[in-house]
């Protein structure tokens, strides 16, 4: 076999194994879930759902390699929004964190955000109609206003007290290929767009905001 | 017998700090209280922080600590080494 052909099959082969997205170098994944939230009121059963996705990419190459440790993921999406009628209206809310929501649900006993933990959830997602509870402390933060226009009006709700007559019944994440959900929450508060990320106090730091929250923990783009 | 901390050495954790608090924490310390404020280390209070979503785009964080009359400010900036041989970077 002449050098030319070798050189040819060993190209091909390269290629083909960084199309597949695996090689044994590094491993890249992007996951949508939807998170749905169900809480049970005396009116009966509401439910919000929004898809989120997750993405993290990880090489087996680092300059200084711990086992089960990689690079945090990225989240993307919004905040659930579960109206509850006269009741108010409920935000599960989105952070930097939120990606355990995926991990918590459907687990690896390897690191998630290593090479081979990123393979799991690849292989995990060619079946994207696995549903699975988010529980405990992965549940997500959860707000209500007392007043809608008010973004200084929030206030932080438990899952165990809801308010009279409520309660959290589940929350479930599901593997879907459905894209990310956006445009809801806009739709409840007018105010966000102008916060453009910022505090809900309006302003540049933390202090005084209320619970330290800010637009990403409604829109996390 | 005790000894102080070196003003340095103080310096030199705060800096440290700056990385396991906020927004994407190396080490998440779970150092908040029940309302999501940030506890002290040391002696020294936490005032201020700066870590929402127009930080966060940058990749910015940073905190105010009251220490011995003074404000000292810690942050930190891409905090994420980038993987070797990664031709597919973090979207």
Redesign the interface.
């Known amino acids: 076999m002449s050098k030319k052909k070798i050189f040819s099959g060993a190209l091909v082969a390269i290629v083909l194994v960084?199309a597949s997205?695996m090689t044994p170098?590094?491993a890249?994944g992007?996951w949508n879930y939807r998170l749905t939230v169900e809480v049970e009121t005396p009116e009966g059963v509401k439910t919000g759902s929004a898809v989120r996705q997750v993405?993290?990419?990880?090489?087996i190459?680092?300059?200084l390699d711990l086992p089960d440790v990689g690079?945090?993921a990225?989240v993307k999406g919004e905040a659930v929004v579960v109206d509850l009628g006269e009741r108010g209206v409920l935000f599960a809310l989105i952070?930097?964190?939120s990606y355990h929501e995926l991990y918590s649900a459907f687990p690896t006993k390897r690191g998630a955000s290593t090479v081979w933990g990123i393979l799991h959830y690849n292989y995990l997602y060619l079946w994207p109609w696995r549903k699975a509870p988010v529980s405990g402390r992965y549940i997500p933060k959860m707000v209500m206003f007392e007043d809608m226009n008010d973004p200084k009006s929030v206030k932080?709700v438990s899952a165990n007290e809801l308010g009279e007559g409520m309660r959290l019944k589940s929350v479930t994440a599901t593997l879907t290929m459905m894209p990310v959900t956006w445009g809801v929450v806009d739709g409840y508060l007018p105010w966000l767009k102008k916060l453009?990320?910022?505090?809900l106090h309006g302003g540049?730091?933390?202090?005084g905001a209320p619970?330290?929250l800010?637009?990403?923990n409604f829109?996390?783009d | 017998m005790t000894s102080s901390l070196s003003s340095e050495l103080f310096n030199a954790i705060l800096s440290m700090d700056a990385y396991n608090r906020g927004?994407?924490a190396s080490i998440?310390l779970g150092v908040k209280d029940k309302?999501?404020?940030y506890l002290s280390i040391g002696n020294a209070t936490i005032?201020?922080?700066?870590?929402?979503?127009?930080a966060?785009?940058i990749g910015f964080y940073a905190l105010?600590y009251s220490y011995d009359g003074s404000t000292i400010i810690s942050f930190r900036g891409t905090d994420?080494?980038p993987?070797?041989?990664?031709?597919?970077?973090?979207?």
Request: glycine share 12%.
């Open positions: 960084i997205g170098l590094f890249y992007s993405s993290n990419s990880a090489s190459i680092k300059i690079n945090p990225n952070d930097d964190r932080l453009k990320g910022g505090y540049f730091t933390s202090k619970y330290g800010h637009g990403g829109k996390r | 927004y994407d998440d309302n999501g404020n005032d201020d922080d700066k870590g929402d979503a127009a966060q785009s105010a994420n080494a993987s070797l041989f990664n031709p597919l970077p973090s979207v």
